[in-house]
Every structure is written in structure tokens, then in C-alpha cells.
């Protein structure tokens, strides 16, 4: 394929609202992850796919966040009852998932904004 | 719990002048380290890794494990390097966990 694609590429919303963020990764690429990225903070770590193993869920901020990866493809970040401090990109990528030294390849990004 | 901090949000240089962008980490085990910028208007790539020891577009970074530090150095900076940098680190399970990022301008 031609890269990580990320949709939509915004994401205008009303606080309270739930929304779903969409990730297709590389072909073949078992490695995923999710990222948020404000001013002031950087890339933020969400939640980590690997394979079959169950993922890596640490950085998610509150338990209105969630995410799926289903048949080890397509990834949905699912936001619920959205609040204004949830605005930011949310990034994904992907890695072929061999290695610690593997690069990741970004999205371009879901920029969210919550009214 | 690994970290990474990169303590400049935004460092300002001249053309030609040397450029250097700090990152320290804590992390408990061997190290894999990273830098990856993002220009503007694209999308966040890598620049170069610690285990390549290359230089990609004459940056370059030596891990010193006594100062936890993993520095990207350029002897001269040039206008198109002015981008967003942040530092990288990959856990034993390869989770990468980023620094808050350093901002890059470089004047003319």
C-alpha cells in the first residue's frame, strides 16, 4: 500500500460526543500504535499493538479512551464523551514488528477539535 | 518506568552555526534510541537510530551511557532543517515512547 492512512483527516466535534478515529496500517505491518500530539506535550503514547498479544493499553489518559485492532489490520480509536482537552492530532503508526530497531511509519494524522 | 526528556522546547540558531539537540533518558535495561523529525506540512519520520551509528543529512547522535544521554549534533546547520525533533526511546517489549519534542529554527 501506499503508507499509514489515517481518517478523517478532521475531526470537528461537540463536547460530549463520542468519536472514532480509523488507522490502516502498512500491509503485513503487525506492529500499531496510537499517539497524541499537542502543543506542550509532545508525542503522547496511547495504546500498542502486537500481533496476537494483548496490547499495550498504559498511556491511555481516562477510561473514555479505547481502541481495537480487528483480524490484525485496521485499527479505531474510539473516544467517548469527548471533552475539550481531548483536542489534539491523534497519530498512528505501524512497524513490521521483528524488532526493537525498526523504524516507524507515521499517518498524517486525525486533527481533533472539540467545541 | 522509562523516560525520555528533551528540555529545550525551541532552540534557535543561525545559518551555519552548530546545532545541538538534547535528550536524556532513564531506562533500566540496554537502550534503543531514535530521532525523528517532522517537517512542516509532513509526516513524522525517522531520522536516524543509535544501533545505525550513520549520518543522515549530517546530524548525528552518540549514545553515552554514564550521561543517559543520546545528543543530535550538526557541525552547520542549514534554513531547511528547521523542523519539530523529538527523541525516542524502544522499550524490551518495542514500545517507543517519545520526548516532548524540540523545535528547530534555523534563521538565515
Known amino acids: 500500500g501506499a503508507g499509514v492512512s489515517q481518517s478523517p483527516s478532521n475531526k470537528v466535534t461537540e463536547k460530549g460526543k463520542d468519536v472514532e478515529l480509523r488507522c490502516d496500517p502498512i500491509?503485513?505491518?503487525?506492529?500499531l500504535y496510537w499517539y497524541r500530539q499537542s502543543l506542550g506535550q509532545g508525542l503522547e503514547f496511547l495504546i500498542y499493538?502486537?500481533?496476537?498479544?494483548?496490547?499495550?493499553k498504559s498511556g491511555l489518559p481516562s477510561d473514555r479512551f479505547s481502541a481495537e485492532r480487528t483480524g490484525g489490520s485496521v485499527s479505531t480509536l474510539t473516544i467517548q464523551r469527548t471533552q475539550q482537552e481531548d483536542s489534539a492530532v491523534y497519530l498512528c503508526?505501524?512497524?513490521?514488528?521483528?524488532?526493537?530497531?525498526?523504524?516507524?511509519?507515521f499517518g498524517s494524522g486525525t486533527q481533533l477539535s472539540v467545541l | 518506568a522509562q523516560r525520555v526528556t528533551q528540555p529545550e522546547k525551541l532552540l534557535s540558531v543561525f545559518k551555519g552555526a552548530p546545532v545541538e539537540l538534547k535528550c536524556n533518558y532513564s531506562?533500566?535495561?540496554?537502550?534503543?534510541l531514535f530521532w525523528y523529525v517532522q517537517y512542516s506540512r509532513q509526516r513524522l519520520q525517522l531520522l536516524l537510530r543509535?544501533?545505525s551509528r550513520e549520518s543522515i543529512k549530517g546530524f548525528t547522535a552518540d549514545l553515552n551511557k554514564g550521561e543517559t544521554s543520546f545528543h543530535l549534533k550538526k557541525p552547520f546547520a542549514q534554513e531547511e532543517d528547521s523542523a519539530m525533533y523529538y527523541c525516542?526511546?524502544?522499550?524490551?517489549?518495542?514500545?517507543?515512547?517519545f520526548g516532548s519534542g524540540t523545535r528547530l529554527l534555523v534563521r538565515p
Open positions: 503508526a505501524s512497524s513490521p514488528g521483528q524488532g526493537r530497531f525498526e523504524k516507524l511509519f
Open positions: 500491509s503485513g505491518h503487525t506492529a
Open positions: 499493538f502486537q500481533g496476537n498479544s494483548a496490547p499495550d
Open positions: 531506562y533500566s535495561g540496554s537502550p534503543e
Open positions: 543509535h544501533i
Open positions: 525516542a526511546l524502544a522499550d524490551s517489549s518495542y514500545k517507543l515512547i
